[in-house]
């Protein structure tokens, strides 16, 4: 209850003044010349952690400008610029993985700088955990092995890229955006076996241009939302909508025909060497495939 109000009252904070934020973060140096602080670190690998063991990834931001990526040659290279003692993230390393936090500046929303430069080994397996409030966040995930991916979005603008097939096996991706801005691309190289998508006052894309896994579900719980699926080519395509109040679902894609009002499924499903199904709860919201 209490980090929805709390991204509530950010959201409304964000909406009203949305142009100065951008310029903040765009701009954070030149508007606050001589105040910002940088922290840098570098961590070695070591024979404590092994390829088979998976490493937890913890990140949790507020009002950050994050930008994650991959690493060959460290387990971790960080950088954090912040302008106040209560934004600087606590960066800590032990046996069981990596954790990254920051707490939330009470002072006042004025020109805060919380920028983000993070890599993370690419040659260890990764259950990655994301909580993430009034930021804007980037993740090149294509090059890292990634077997959880969960991630609790609140008035925050994500982009999750994975450019390369995931050599991890993900067994499920959880994605919770609350007055959020979403965007999956390649999301078919995740290989999950099912996408679990709650959606609350926000703006969701999933771009699959195709599927690593035989099978895979996207579920959909979505509120005053609005989800554009991008389906793959080389899959057979089966729609339900669970719920359809006050919903509307536009349809782009000629493979695909109308069962029902509620079912839709593509052409030659049967016959379709891998699957997507896709089950959706709508509620005031508008779902685009193509």
Not at 17 to 37: I, R, W
Not at 59 to 85: H, P, Q, R
Not at 170 to 179: G, P, Y
Not at 184 to 196: K, R, W
Request: include cysteine; glycine fraction near 4%; hydrophobic fraction near 40%.
């Amino acid at each position: 209850m209490y980090r929805r109000i709390f991204a509530g009252i950010l959201a409304a904070i964000l909406i009203l003044s949305a142009s100065a934020c951008v310029l903040e973060f765009d701009n954070a140096k030149s508007m606050a010349s001589g105040v910002t602080k940088e922290y840098k670190e570098t961590v070695e690998m070591n024979s404590t952690y092994q390829e088979e063991k998976p490493i937890k990834l913890n990140l949790d931001m507020k009002l950050a400008k994050a930008v994650i990526d991959s690493t060959d040659d460290k387990l971790a290279e960080v950088k954090f610029e912040y302008s106040s003692g209560a934004l600087k993230p606590e960066f800590s390393v032990d046996d069981e993985g990596i954790s990254i936090k920051n707490s939330f500046d009470k002072s006042g929303f004025r020109k805060p700088i919380n920028n983000w430069e993070v890599n993370i080994t690419d040659k260890l397996p990764l259950d990655v955990e994301i909580n993430s409030d009034a930021s804007d966040l980037r993740m090149n995930m294509g090059k890292m092995t990634v077997n959880k991916l969960n991630a609790q979005l609140n008035a925050t603008s994500a982009r999750f890229y994975f450019d390369e097939p995931n050599r991890g096996s993900v067994e499920k991706v959880r994605m919770d955006a609350n007055a959020s801005d979403i965007r999956i691309y390649n999301a078919g190289n995740i290989g999950f076996e099912i996408l679990n998508l709650d959606s609350n006052a926000s703006k969701v894309l999933i771009d699959m241009k195709d599927i690593c896994r035989k099978d895979s579900e996207i579920r959909i719980d979505a509120k005053a939302s609005t989800v554009n699926l991008k389906l793959p080519e080389d899959a057979g395509v089966h729609i339900v909508i669970d719920g359809y109040h006050l919903s509307s679902v536009k349809i782009d894609n000629e493979s695909i025909f109308s069962r029902s009002e509620k079912e839709f499924i593509s052409k030659d499903y049967d016959k379709a060497d891998k699957t997507l199904k896709i089950y959706a709860d709508l509620n005031m919201t508008t779902i685009n495939i193509e």
